[in-house]
């Protein structure tokens, strides 16, 4: 069986003509790196609708273009082809495989069409230099080693096909001696190499395009096991929502935080995954749904542990900015928070007693005031000096004297209520804040319990010290100065010391600020360790 000729050259002619403007477009949707490659192959397919016009067009038109110029185009076609396998596969590029067989053919075409005319010599030459090209394309695939892979096993067996039929119609033609009476004659070597042009094009570029798309799937495949494997490693919430609020991706991250396994994450809904934590976190989803940017901060309590937590949610737009998920990025501020804290206690505490400090205690002072104004509740300060500490330090050593220091904030502690703030705000000196006492009385009494608490001596290492302190005492109901106050707790503390020390005593009321009624207050009984004096003056310890 035979076919038409001219009919099998015109269906190649524009098979390749679709195939090749079709790769014109389609190149469009690939990376610049495979660009060189798809653009040689292309142009290859290109000049075979050319190519084929012109041979179907002998007898029409002169002998160099249906003769000459047709076959060096197949050539340069093909070189093309091989070329963009070799591009492909990471050689490097050569121009003088892709010139050499055009020269070749355009060569061997002029000698056996003018100086010593000769069909069958022409025929065995072009096909004899095609197909050793197509063979130079399978050869580069084979040495690549990645034959195994269906795209390139397509592409070299249209290689391979295609060759070994060039090649046999160039050897059994020049054996066998025998020359066509015409271009267009049919015989069973001609049909079949006419047959496989013009499906060529079709297997080629179907390989080829197979073997970038591996590619381009290789690639984003690496890239996203490099993704994975970042966003897997990172102490940070990574994941995606759909429109649903269901997880379309999360990282390793999130199952370890949860202790869920994170291949179960996927697919399901944040309210499944989360449970009772996606109660807080529903308003900012929302919102984000909605094209909102939503960042914000959250504490929750993981597996018993508090955690602190810095969320953004950002929504998924689409091309026409139309929202399609939200993506989710959680991290975990849990030691910046409590260093934070930690930080803001040591800001607001005595290093050495963990007392709060006198930074503290002033700022608490000024807010229990404020409070007081309002609800008109009474507000006591009690100051307290250790009596004769001096020695201890300087017979004993300041280790031992902290040591001592240590011991009498702990027993203050003990005679406090935890709504009360005690303070060391300097050296042996302490400080009682009292809100809402329910009278003056009840301040003599914290005083009384101090003093009590000192009945059993401070220990220390192999020493034993009977320690004792002073203590005034300064009250304000409604609305009060701090420094009046604190001045009353202080002339308290002086009449104390006064008076023989290891007592206590309320000191004299200040001046009434405009507005206060402090003189209104009933009096404690006076001290039991003597008469009060109303002189200001530097204590004496």
Same mark, same amino acid.
């Given at each position: 069986m035979t076919l038409d000729i001219r009919t099998t050259i015109t269906v190649a002619a524009v098979l390749a003509l679709i195939i090749g403007a079709s790769l014109r477009f389609v190149m469009r949707d690939y990376p610049p790196r495979m660009l060189p490659s798809m653009r040689l192959w292309a142009l290859g397919t290109l000049s075979l609708p050319t190519a084929w016009m012109l041979y179907a067009l002998r007898g029409e038109i002169a002998d160099l273009l249906s003769i000459v110029v047709a076959n060096s185009l197949l050539g340069l076609a093909f070189a093309l082809q091989v070329e963009s396998i070799r591009i492909f596969v990471g050689r490097p590029r050569s121009r003088a495989l892709v010139v050499a067989p055009v020269a070749a053919i355009a060569a061997f075409e002029c000698a056996f069409t003018y100086a010593l005319p000769s069909m069958r010599l022409r025929g065995v030459m072009v096909s004899a230099i095609i197909g050793a090209q197509l063979a130079t394309g399978v050869w580069t695939l084979v040495v690549d080693g990645r034959l195994r892979r269906r795209s390139r096993m397509l592409t070299a067996v249209a290689f391979a096909a295609m060759s070994f039929t060039l090649l046999s119609r160039a050897t059994i033609e020049m054996v066998s001696g025998f020359d066509l009476p015409g271009p267009f004659a049919p015989s069973f070597m001609q049909s079949v190499s006419f047959a496989l042009g013009s499906v060529f094009p079709i297997a080629g570029t179907l390989g080829f395009l197979l073997m970038c798309n591996e590619r381009l799937n290789d690639s984003l495949a690496r890239k996203e096991r490099h993704l994975r494997a970042i966003t897997d490693n990172?102490?940070?919430?990574? #994941?995606?929502?759909?429109?649903?609020?269901?997880?379309?991706?999360?990282?390793?991250?999130? @199952?370890?935080?949860?202790? !869920?396994?994170? @291949?179960? !994450?996927? /697919?399901?809904?944040?309210?499944?995954?989360?449970?009772?934590?996606?109660? /807080? +976190?529903? $308003?900012?989803?929302? $919102? $984000?749904?909605? /094209?909102?940017?939503?960042?914000?901060?959250?504490?929750?309590? &993981?597996? /018993?542990?508090?955690?602190?937590?810095?969320a953004s949610y950002v929504p998924d737009l689409d091309a026409d900015q139309r929202v399609r998920g939200v993506f989710v990025l959680i991290v975990d501020i849990t030691r910046l928070t409590l260093a934070k804290q930690r930080l803001a206690r040591l800001a607001e505490s005595d290093v050495l007693t963990g007392l709060a400090n006198r930074k503290k205690f002033d700022d608490s002072l000024v807010v229990a005031l404020a409070r007081a104004a309002r609800s008109g509740g009474l507000v006591g300060v009690l100051y307290i000096d250790l009596d004769r500490f001096k020695p201890i330090n300087d017979t004993h050593g300041h280790a031992v004297g902290d040591a001592v220091l240590r011991e009498f904030a702990?027993? !203050? +502690? @003990?005679?406090?209520?935890?709504?009360?703030? $005690?303070?060391? !705000?300097?050296?042996?000196?302490? #400080?009682?804040?009292?809100?809402?006492?329910?009278?003056?009385?009840?301040?003599? &009494?914290?005083?009384?319990? +101090? +003093?009590?608490?000192?009945?059993?001596?401070?220990?220390?290492e192999q020493f034993a010290f009977k320690v004792k302190a002073s203590i005034g005492i300064g009250f304000t109901q409604g609305r009060a100065d701090a420094k009046a106050l604190l001045q009353m707790a202080d002339q308290g503390l002086y009449q104390a010391k006064s008076a023989g020390r290891h007592g206590y005593c309320v000191g004299p009321l200040p001046p009434s600020p405009v507005g206060a009624d402090v003189r209104s207050l009933p009096r404690s009984p006076r001290s039991p360790n003597g008469p009060a004096s109303t002189s200001p003056s530097r204590r004496h310890r």
């Open positions: 990172l102490p940070t919430v990574v #994941a995606h929502v759909d429109t649903k609020r269901r997880f379309t991706f999360a990282n390793a991250y999130l @199952g370890r935080l949860l202790d !869920i396994a994170p @291949g179960s !994450i996927v /697919g399901r809904s944040m309210g499944e995954v989360l449970g009772p934590l996606d109660a /807080g +976190l529903q $308003a900012h989803v929302a $919102a $984000a749904l909605r /094209g909102d940017t939503v960042t914000f901060e959250t504490e929750c309590d &993981i597996r /018993g542990e508090r955690r602190y937590f810095e702990r027993r !203050i +502690l @003990g005679c406090t209520r935890e709504s009360d703030l $005690a303070a060391r !705000i300097g050296g042996d000196e302490f #400080a009682v804040l009292v809100e809402n006492a329910t009278s003056v009385q009840a301040l003599e &009494i914290v005083a009384q319990k +101090l +003093l009590a608490s000192l009945d059993d001596d401070v220990v220390v």
